[in-house]
């Protein structure tokens, strides 16, 4: 492995700046190049199935609902607007955008409830992957809450409780 380091730090006579007129730019950029096969040949990112493609992440769904949840919002993204693109495929019975209390600007989330699962439906099939305001927005099933006293996080136990 040091050899091949070495290789890479001490290219052929031919690579070398000065053998380029001053192009170390290109030097640069060959060797940065022949570093990145390296470490990515050393340490993949992640295993591939026998067609070479990597399997898509594990992640839980909820249930089909009537209940939307919109992620990858814009700050300046409003209910109002949410509501107005939703609208398209299906009556809307609530709308809202997530937002911070101190400057009032969408958190990045929200939830869209339609009257009928199959109008939720197309709203993801609608929505998912789109642009509004500028980002690409993610449309999917809402989960339900868990019920009160339950939290979310069993490592660590809820305020007031030890």
């Known amino acids: 492995m040091c050899i091949l380091i070495l290789k890479l730090l001490y290219p052929p006579k031919e690579l070398k ?3 380029l007129g001053g192009g170390a730019a290109l030097f640069a950029a060959i ?3 022949k570093l990145s096969l390296l470490f990515f ?10 067609s070479g ?3 898509p992440p594990t992640r839980p769904t ?3 609902n009537t209940n ?4 990858g919002l814009s700050k300046r993204t409003t209910t109002e607007r949410l509501r107005e693109e939703f609208s398209k495929f299906g009556e809307i019975v609530h709308a809202r955008v997530v937002t911070d209390r101190v400057s009032g600007y969408s958190k990045g989330f929200g939830f869209v409830q339609y009257t009928t699962i199959e109008e939720a439906a197309k709203g993801i099939e609608g929505m998912d992957g ?3 305001d500028g980002w690409v927005i993610f449309a999917e ?13 069993n490592n660590t136990p809820p305020y007031g409780r030890q």
């Open 31 to 33: 060797f940065l190049h």
């Open 62 to 64: 909820a249930e089909p």
């Open 68 to 71: 939307l949840f919109v992620s």
């Open 41 to 50: 040949s050393l340490f993949p990112l992640r295993s591939s199935d026998a």
């Open 53 to 55: 493609r990597h399997p």
């Open 130 to 132: 789109k642009f509004l």
């Open 141 to 153: 099933y809402a989960r339900p809450r868990p019920p009160p006293g339950q939290h979310v996080n």
């Open 17 to 19: 700046p000065t053998n």
